[in-house]
């Protein structure tokens, strides 16, 4: 019942702030969302800071602060373990008429549904740890572990300035964490599951500049070679209809998936037709479990998102585009490396932008290069977080890898040493970056 009453009350002014990452408009919202973050810590007793972690870069090269990061403390008992836990309190952008059947920032429960952007990715999971302290404290007991929080506000677009912020405070924050736990990730199915892989995430933008301004398709068109038509063109050289990707050398570095994962993937419950209906296609790039699995989790793919300058309103504008840019991203999966995956993108787009003979120019930047994460199922945290969802659900997890990304997992590894579990709690149908995202009042046991 603490909980519960905790939870809904809390979630609601967090979900109302549209602290959106992605769009340096709403800064001061997501400034505002860290505050209150702060604030909230700072009232269950928490030793918290506020951690500057300096400006972004935009591309027209001006700066705008990155939103602070929140780091908490609860308890420093040296013979206890000291467990982290990281969430963040961004969101991706959300508006009423992009389909949403609710507003999107006044969080509404259906049916025990809580409907609202970032319910489940990721404010709901981060309140759910919060509360968890807070109940320790509400019935007086103490908590089994020191817990410490890192909340950030930039992880829906590469978490921009964790990655430093992190290395500096290694021997300080991060010198007595024992272990990290995050729950920025859902389910598979209506099985509880626990998290053992993510895929990285490269994000690039194309830019095609030609005329110095839109022009009249009619009086121009013909004459000019469009920036668009040049777009479309090398856009449509990244990736086959089939899914096969088309940028030489980023097949080859996959690990091959071995027979004992193959053997894994066999054994875990998903249902292909459920699945389908859930996002409303008749057909999937492949038919079988393991295939779908594995090009969901552990092979990359390239995703085109949309084009920036071109003619996108209602209605018919007859314009000739001077400038476009692409926005598209490739998940990328042990053994690729960003660093590679951006030459050998650039090198590639260059090359075949040189073959059309265009007079346009071509600037390719990747803005995201977050890197894959994989753990090792066997450790001991695997086996804890196992006794622990028996404990709660009465079942066995599935063990799954999520096919989207964390930016800052594979930091927290290598730069703290410590070993990391992903505990989802989102659901499987949750609808996280889409229309009418939520987080269920069953998944979090509030019914
Ligand atoms: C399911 C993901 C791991 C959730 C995460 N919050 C996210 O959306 N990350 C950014 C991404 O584009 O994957």
């Known amino acids: 019942t603490v909980f519960c009453s905790l939870l809904n009350v809390t979630l609601r002014d967090w979900v109302a702030v549209e602290s959106d990452s992605s769009d340096v408009l709403r800064r001061p919202d997501c400034h505002r969302m860290m505050d209150m973050t702060a604030e909230k810590l700072q009232a269950m007793g928490g030793k918290v ?7 972004q870069e935009l591309p027209d090269g001006k700066t705008v602060a990155l939103p602070k990061v929140v780091t908490a403390q609860f308890g420093n008992d040296p013979s206890k373990q000291t467990v982290c836990v990281y969430g963040h309190v961004d969101v991706q952008p959300a508006k009423l008429e992009d389909g949403w059947t609710t507003e999107p ?25 919060i509360h968890t302290v807070e109940v320790y404290q509400a019935l007086s007991i103490d908590l089994p572990v020191n817990v410490k929080f890192i909340i950030e506000g930039m992880e829906e677009t590469g978490s921009n300035g964790l990655d430093a912020m992190i290395v500096a405070q290694r021997d300080t924050f991060f010198s007595d964490v024992d272990y990290i736990i995050i729950s920025d990730c859902g389910w598979l199915s209506r099985r509880p599951a626990l998290t053992y892989g993510t895929r990285g995430n490269c994000y690039f933008f194309a830019e095609v500049e030609g005329p110095k301004q839109d022009l009249h398709s009619g009086v121009y068109g013909g004459t000019v070679i ?31 998936l071995s027979d004992e994962e193959w053997k894994m993937y066999q054994d875990i419950e998903f249902d292909i ?9 008749s057909q999937l790039m492949y038919s079988n479990k393991v295939d779908l699995l594995a090009h969901r989790w552990r092979y990359p793919t390239v995703t085109i998102h949309g084009i920036e300058g071109g003619f996108s309103g209602p209605g018919s504008k007859t314009v000739i585009p001077a400038k476009v840019i692409a926005k598209f991203s490739i998940r990328q999966v042990p053994n690729m490396d960003p660093a590679v ?31 894959p994460w994989l753990a090792d199922t066997k450790h001991p945290l695997y086996e804890a977080g196992k006794a622990a969802v028996k404990r709660v659900f009465n079942v066995e997890p599935d063990l799954i890898r999520e096919g989207g990304t964390i930016p800052i997992a594979k930091t927290f590894e290598d730069v703290t040493g410590k070993s990391i579990i992903m505990m989802p709690i989102g659901g499987f149908d949750d609808g996280l970056h889409s229309q009418n995202e939520k987080m269920s009042r069953l998944q979090i046991k509030l019914v």
């Open 49 to 55: 800071e506020l951690v500057d972690i300096g400006v």
């Open 105 to 129: 920032y006044n969080l509404t429960d259906i049916n025990g549904n809580l409907y609202g952007r970032g319910a489940s990715d990721n404010k709901a999971p981060v309140l759910a740890w």
């Open 226 to 256: 469009e920036p668009m038509t040049d777009l479309i063109g090398i856009l449509d050289t990244l990736i086959s209809p089939s899914g096969k990707i088309l940028i030489p050398g980023i097949r080859e570095a996959v690990a091959s």
């Open 273 to 281: 037709e459920s699945f389908k209906s859930k996002i409303g296609v």
């Open 341 to 371: 995956v951006k030459k050998q993108v650039t090198d590639y787009l260059n090359s075949v932008f040189a073959k059309r003979k265009s007079p346009n120019k071509l600037k390719v930047t990747m803005i995201i290069g977050a890197k």
